[in-house]
């Protein structure tokens, strides 16, 4: 099983312990806290070793180490993550919100959605049900995302297949740095499409430190738009990213449709066993290169699958 370990300055791991706070485990001996999420176990010691242990350990490691090796350069101690908080006020003006789906599960794509939501709207949008995705149903998911639909919000849908993102991973993207090019084409996009100078401000649902973003989509020349902010947990606060993430969730519904109607057997979501003795039935129906166009296929579940075959 890949893992990755480094030394996580305390003040970060305790940020981290924050982080993770609903995916806590017991702790082991001589741990300050182990979280479990579809891509990695996090074990934190006491020493400031982190270990990162799983189906993508990077994933999740990727979220601290660069900020782990700016600590380490012991730059002075500013407060610019809160350059990047929005104000409280941002959650009921017209503002953009987005969210993603698809990054943990082996099968399927990455789908991210913006959506623009003024503030007349929002109540209209809680009457829908519309909240944090992690908390619906499929169905629901997909009946509100209908709902939405009708009220012809404005937002963009970006869809990263199979065969792209593991092109790109190949070419050495991590799956943060897809992500971050993922939410800045679909805002930039979704900016294009209304009076820009009509949103207060864009959320983007926090998957990385904010510098780590800024530095990703710096390395294709984009910038940051202005106002935009970062939040973990954003979809509980915003309506515009709930709306984000219940679009993002429905295209990723639907994009494992039709995978399943393509290779003819039922793909599971997520990273589990079931999912490995999937891969080995896609395997001997179809061969192993045929997993570029269905699956994520660095994750540590292809090698897994090979026990099942
Ligand atoms: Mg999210």
Not at 14 to 31: K, V, W
Not at 256 to 277: E, F, H, N, R
């Amino acid at each position: 099983m890949p893992q990755n370990v480094y030394t996580i300055p305390k003040n970060t791991i305790e940020e981290m312990r924050r982080f993770y706070a609903n995916t806590l485990q017991s702790t082991p001996q001589g741990a300050v806290f182990r979280a479990k999420t579809s891509n990695a176990v996090i074990t934190a010691y006491k020493s400031g070793k982190v270990m990162f242990q799983g189906n993508a350990p990077a994933v999740e490691a990727e979220k601290w180490t660069d900020k782990a090796k700016e600590s380490a350069k012991a730059a002075p101690k500013t407060n610019k993550t809160t350059v990047f908080s929005p104000p409280d006020t941002l959650f009921t003006s017209n503002h953009i919100g987005s969210d993603e789906a698809g990054t943990g599960d082996y099968f399927g794509p990455i789908t991210v959605a913006a959506v623009f939501v003024k503030k007349e709207q929002i109540e209209l949008l809680r009457e829908l049900g519309v909240k944090d995705s992690k908390n619906l149903t499929d169905s629901t998911i997909r009946k509100i995302s209908k709902d939405i639909m009708n009220l012809d919000l404005p937002y963009s849908l970006l869809i990263l297949h199979n065969e792209k993102y593991n092109k790109l991973q190949k070419q050495g993207w991590t799956q943060g740095k897809m992500k971050a090019m993922l939410h800045h084409h679909a805002i930039n996009n979704l900016l294009n499409k209304i009076d820009s100078n009509s949103a207060d401000g864009i959320l983007i649902d926090q998957f990385c430190e904010p510098a780590v973003y800024k530095k990703h989509i710096a390395t294709e020349k984009q910038k940051l738009a202005d106002n935009t902010y970062f939040m973990t947990k954003a979809e509980s606060y915003s309506i515009a990213v709930a709306a984000g993430s219940i679009i993002a969730r429905t295209s990723f519904l639907s994009e494992m449709d039709k995978l399943s109607a393509k290779t003819g057997i039922a793909l599971p979501k997520g990273a589990s066993k079931k999912v490995d003795q999937t891969i080995a039935r896609v395997m001997k129906s179809k061969g192993e290169k045929a997993l570029n166009s269905y699956a994520k296929t660095h994750f540590a579940n292809t090698k897994k699958a090979k026990n099942y075959l």
